[in-house]
């Protein structure tokens, strides 16, 4: 299901409804810096809804979170209040207003007070274009890795030959060094060419001045949550709670400087000179759809580093050079953050597996993200090999950059769709989609010291190239080849010919497997696939899990006496516990039910659980109170003495009104694509 906001974002828009990415801002010079979120052209301020009171969750209703100058005190509230913020948001900016489950209604639901409100929409709702963007976090430490093997190989192949260019601590840990957080700046912040010593030529003293190998580093950062204590590791499996979100960074770097200074302790005034990361934390919650599998690690780390599940994320990555002097940027090299070899997890974990305490806004990087193939290279060292193939650039060329020099950072995430008609055998089509990216990084112009003074300019960010994207709620893996049509997607070097079409009518179809044209699988494709397949289901069923569980304490709010009265007393109780479950549904309705008949049963039974709570709230509000005598609530839903029925029996009663009420094939593909009620087993056998 699609979210759309009702604030017009353009279709090449980075910020979605479905991204809402938070910084800090300034609406007008002189006025106090304040949380935000990015929608479309506009920024949401986030202390006017809260004034307002908005957010109205358990965690965040007398929370002062957004109206802090920085987003730290968010961060420790940690991933409840996180979800709790995001699924709010949502429902204020979402287009449509009005949700009947029962009534073959699946939009969205949503919180109208904002879009109804001009007053509030003039307050909260403020242009990109006249916002000053900071620092969204205060940086009280900061750590860079360097989990890149591509870029670990090609550095010690530069440096110390072809024979060992990977250090052999190197597969056994996440490798890094405590970087300086004074000087991190926000995207658009001049950096100064630094000065510092470098290797001495002959028998002559070390070189002092100016860099004369200034590079950029292609990198992203996690954004530390709620941390933990001095003492107390964090494990592997529970690291992602401690993650709020990424940001683009480029992590400057002065070779020359570095390449002198870092042996025996490693690098320090080669990089403490400056590092920039964009404006916009993506967070772990908007990325979830682009979640994939990480890379086969051998050795198999040890205990403390092993996740359960290992994810990396699609997140497609390039780096554009603005030449000093021209008009036009060149994009120097696309790479992608999947091709990290350690995980932001395993990053987090190894970072803490001393007792080493992260606190709330500490920021890790994750170290050059290079690619197998040359252009796919993160920084000039790489890309010139220290300088000795210069780049070409529309007539000039470049071993490491030069003063005016502006560097551009982009990140988005792309996915493949189709949209089904019906349950019975369709043929998909691909739909272009709005990115969820990590939005635009540093737009820099590097300078050079000069005799008399530092030669500074003032730069607007550039605004990214936008790149066609894809949305999914199925991987294209699970159908098979049915006639050539060809679709180019996740890069434009890429071109990937497929049409799908389910096997057979019924769901409990044998697996399908992709094809290539003109070609059969072999074993190894089908044991791929297969091991693809099963690693998808098992994603399917955490995500039904998490709802069950989410159901579980909505069931456990629902049956105690104050939420009895309260939803009695006060209809806006009945319609926030309903928007509440039906949050549920629509969760569980982006879970694919003809994948597996194990998942598809799994989420029917979750979902007939929580139309069952629905049930059960609407009879709440319609029943009287009067001491102990329940002899006015609905039969169909509460037994004697008040005490709850079995949720089967409530929904199964549920089910049979409504066939009998509406019937007929409709009802029915509408009961099994959307609901899996049992009704369609019974139109499959009849």
């Known amino acids: 299901m699609t979210l759309k906001s009702f604030i017009e974002v353009h279709v090449d828009s980075h910020f979605p409804i479905q991204n809402l990415p938070y910084g800090v801002f300034k609406p007008a010079p002189g006025s106090p810096a304040r949380p935000g979120v990015a929608i479309g052209d506009f920024v949401l301020d986030l202390s006017e809804i809260s004034q307002a009171g908005l957010f109205d969750g358990p965690i965040l209703k007398e929370s002062d979170c957004f109206h802090q100058p920085n987003l730290n005190k968010f961060l420790a509230l940690g991933k409840p209040a996180w979800k709790e913020a995001r699924a709010t948001l949502q429902k204020l900016l979402s287009k449509l207003n009005h949700i009947t489950h029962l009534r073959l209604s699946f939009d969205a639901a949503t919180e109208p007070k904002l879009r109804d409100d001009a007053n509030l929409r003039q307050k909260s709702l403020v242009p990109m274009s006249k916002v000053e963007l900071l620092l969204p976090f205060v940086i009280g430490d900061y750590t860079d890795f360097f989990s890149s093997m591509h870029h670990a190989k090609n550095c010690g192949t530069i440096f110390r030959g072809p024979q060992n260019p990977i250090p052999q601590n190197w597969f056994h840990l996440p490798i890094a060094y405590h970087g300086r957080a004074s000087s991190i700046v926000i995207s658009g912040t001049d950096i100064i060419r630094p000065r510092g010593q470098g290797y001495p030529s002959g028998n002559s003293p070390p070189y002092f001045g100016p860099s004369q190998k200034l590079d950029f580093e292609l990198e992203m950062a996690a954004v530390v949550g709620p941390g933990n204590e001095l003492g107390k590791p964090i494990d592997v499996n529970h690291a992602a709670d401690h993650i709020f979100g990424v940001v683009l960074m480029n992590d400057w770097s002065a070779r020359d400087i570095q390449a002198w200074e870092y042996v025996p302790l490693g690098p320090f005034l080669g ?10 934390i993506v967070t772990l919650d908007a990325l979830e759809p682009f979640a994939c599998d990480a890379p086969k690690q051998d050795p198999h780390p040890l205990p403390y580093l092993a996740e359960k599940i290992s994810n990396n994320y699609d997140i497609s990555l390039e780096v554009s050079i603005k030449p000093a002097g021209q008009e036009d940027s060149f994009v120097v090299t696309r790479s992608n953050f999947k091709n990290l070899y350690w995980t932001l997890t395993q990053q987090l974990a190894h970072h803490t597996i001393n007792g080493c305490n992260l606190r709330p806004g500490d920021l890790l990087g994750t170290g050059t993200i290079s690619g197998p193939d040359p252009e796919s290279y993160g920084c000039l060292l790489e890309l010139t090999w220290n300088g000795q193939k210069p780049l070409p650039l529309n007539g000039t060329s470049r071993k490491f950059l030069e003063d005016g020099d502006e560097v551009i950072f982009r990140g988005s995430c792309k996915v493949c769709s189709f949209s089904p008609k019906h349950w019975v055998p369709y043929v998909s089509k691909l739909r272009s989609y709005s990115p969820i990216p990590v939005r635009l990084l540093s737009a820099m112009i590097i300078q050079e010291e000069t005799t008399d ?78 091991s693809y397949r099963a690693h998808i289901i098992g994603k399917l069923y955490k995500k039904i899990l998490n709802v069950n569980s989410e159901a579980n304490r909505l069931q456990n709010l ?103 009420e509406r019937g007929g094939e409709e009802m029915e593909r509408f009961c099994a694509q959307h609901l899996g009620f049992r009704c369609f087993q019974r139109f499959l056998r009849e």
Not at 562 to 568: A, G, K, L, M, W
Request: charged share 25%; aromatic share 8%; net charge negative.
């Open 558 to 660: 629902i049956q105690r006496q104050e939420t009895v009265d309260s939803i009695r007393r006060d209809e806006r109780e009945k319609v926030r516990m309903n928007e509440a479950l039906m949050g549920l549904l629509l969760r569980l309705d982006s879970v694919p039910g003809g994948i597996d008949p194990a998942v598809r049963e799994a989420r029917r039974k979750v979902s007939r659980r929580i139309v069952g709570l629905q049930e059960i709230v609407d009879s709440i509000s319609e029943a009287r109170v009067d001491g102990h005598d329940y002899s006015d609530y609905h039969d169909d839903v509460w037994g004697p003495n008040g005490m709850l029925r079995n949720w089967d029996e409530v929904v199964g009663q549920m089910e049979e009104e409504m066939c009998r």
């Open 271 to 280: 990089k403490s000179f400056g590092t920039t990361i964009s404006p916009w």
């Open 453 to 530: 003074r530092s030669v500074t300019h003032n730069i607007n960010t550039s605004t990214p190239a936008h790149s066609l994207a894809f949305s999914s709620l199925f991987p294209v893996t699970f159908f098979a080849m049915k006639s050539s049509r060809e679709s180019s997607f996740f890069s434009s070097s890429t071109t990937v010919t497929y049409t799908f079409q389910n096997d057979q009518a019924a769901p409990q179809s044998q697996p399908n497997f992709i094809q290539i044209p003109n070609q059969t699988p072999n074993a190894a494709a089908i044991r791929i696939q297969s």
